[in-house]
């Protein structure tokens, strides 16, 4: 009866991954992509809208708002948002380009903050979206100040999949690069998760060298480059980077 019930919760969170995976599906759409008889989707569904975790518009099905008010509980209790939140926003504000505030949980990136310059591209990913370590600088500056231990379990577990032609996907030489990063103090990502984006980011330490999170800028190759990608946006973001570890420290 256990099992049943645990199975039955697993089936329940892997159907609204497939909802959120297809930005809506119909019960016809959903029992196709999950292999389930309709019968069963139908149940599942209807369970989910009644606990208004969905809606239904049409016959299509979507992510109910009600999952925000976990999502911001969740986000609230982690001190570092509200640390690096106000540096994250005038870093955007300074630079005009897209400044971001990333944790590592479950071995996978975290978006907590995103703060958008006047110049700043759009890119595909919001609040809550989810990214592999290995192919930002942000996750490099977590993965490059992780122990050992920790940092090989999370490769051992979410591999290095490619995300780009650019991505890191040799353990070996990612190993290499993270030492560079721990040597240098912050970490590049030249379009290996995004074709055309850089960035730049460095890592959010505790007084006990824990790492808390990393904060970043972001832009287009094209701006992202000589003097302003090498030196002066890593300059901004150590800086930035002091405010917020004092903070955190004292406040």
Same mark, same amino acid.
């Given at each position: 009866m256990v099992e049943n019930k645990v199975?039955?919760?697993?089936? *329940?969170?892997?159907?609204?991954?497939t909802i959120q995976e297809l930005d809506g599906a119909s019960l016809t759409t959903l029992s196709r992509e999950m292999g389930i008889p309709q019968?069963?989707?139908?149940?599942?569904l209807k369970s989910l809208e009644e606990a208004e975790y969905l809606t239904e518009d049409d016959g299509t099905y979507h992510i109910g708002i009600r999952f925000l008010e976990h999502?911001?509980? =969740?986000?609230?209790r982690k001190r570092v948002y509200e640390t690096a939140k106000p540096e994250v926003d005038k870093l955007a504000e300074? *630079?005009?380009? $897209? =400044?971001?505030? $990333?944790?590592e949980e479950h071995g996978r990136g975290s978006y907590l903050r995103r703060a958008r310059g006047e110049d700043a591209v759009q890119v595909k990913a919001h609040v809550g979206t989810r990214v592999y370590l290995h192919s930002t600088a942000l996750g490099k500056a977590i993965l490059a100040n992780l122990p050992a231990e920790r940092c090989e379990e999370i490769l051992d577990r979410h591999?290095?999949?490619?995300? *780009? =032609?650019?991505?890191? *996907?040799d353990r070996d030489k990612l190993y290499e690069e993270l030492e560079t990063i721990r040597?240098?103090?912050y970490a590049? /990502? /030249?379009?290996?998760?995004?074709?055309? $984006?850089?960035?730049?980011?460095a890592p959010i330490q505790s007084n006990s060298d824990r790492v808390l999170g990393a904060i970043s800028i972001a832009g287009p190759t094209k701006r992202l480059r000589d003097d302003?990608?090498?030196e002066k946006l890593p300059t901004k973001l150590l800086e930035a980077v002091n405010v917020i570890e004092l903070n955190i420290t004292y406040s």
């Open positions: 199975k039955s919760v697993e089936k *329940t969170f892997e159907i609204v991954r019968s069963t989707a139908h149940n599942y999502g911001a509980y =969740a986000r609230a300074e *630079t005009g380009e $897209l =400044a971001n505030l $990333l944790i591999g290095l999949p490619e995300q *780009t =032609a650019r991505t890191t *996907t040597e240098r103090g590049y /990502d /030249d379009e290996e998760r995004l074709e055309g $984006l850089r960035c730049v980011a302003a990608f090498h």
